[in-house]
């Protein structure tokens, strides 16, 4: 039943996912409590109720569904039906990171990183992102990277810095496409190359970076290239 409710979802049919869910919810379903309660925060099928998706969110969190636990994260974060509350908004980014959710791991480390509801740890913070970058998370790789390069929480590693560079803009992310530009500009954990490093600034360029933007319009100025 529960895949013909993700089934009925993924249709835009939500009226029925709706009914499907809330079936498998009355028989205390984490996941179907959870997915009810993202319908209900955004409004598909039902009203939207950010008091329900509350609501729901925390009888799945009371099951362990880390996609609850993080989603609550969020609201304590964003202070939305519930008070503004930063160390609660840790608290259970760090249960959710716990549970193996890969987008929570990465909201870990941030927080561990900026000191943002907990102390300011980077070698903590460098832990939740490899454990974020395990399971695919592009941003996880690229602030994984810096770490490496600035030697902040972790010893300083160019040649693991121009790993985490170099996977986070072949997966097109932009900040990890210009990093990998500056790694091959400055000779960091690779060969020096300034066509390569051009070339990685175009592409961050292309798909929004400001700052290469900006070099990139300087360098046309001067005359150097041409875009």
Known sequence: MLQRAFDAFN????????????????????????????????????ECSLERSYHLYTQAAELDEP????????????????SHDQFKAFELLLRASILG???AQYETALSLERGLGCVQNFSEAAFWYEEAAKRGNVHAFNNLGVLYKEGHGVPQDYARAFICFSRAANMNLAEGQYNL??????????????DTALE???????????KAKSIIRSLQEEGKIVF
């Open 101 to 103: 959710f890969a987008q």
């Open 67 to 82: 996609a609850a636990i993080y989603n609550l994260a969020l609201m304590y974060a964003d202070g939305a039906v519930v």
């Open 181 to 194: 530009g500056l790694m091959f500009d400055q000779g960091l954990g690779c060969e020096m190359n300034n």
């Open 11 to 46: 249709a835009k049919q939500y009226e029925e996912a709706i009914e499907l869910f809330e079936t498998l919810a009355l028989q205390n379903n984490p996941t179907a409590l959870s997915s009810l309660g993202y319908m209900h925060q955004k409004g598909l099928g039902v």
């Open 200 to 210: 990685w600034c175009r592409k961050a360029a292309y798909n929004g970076h400001e």
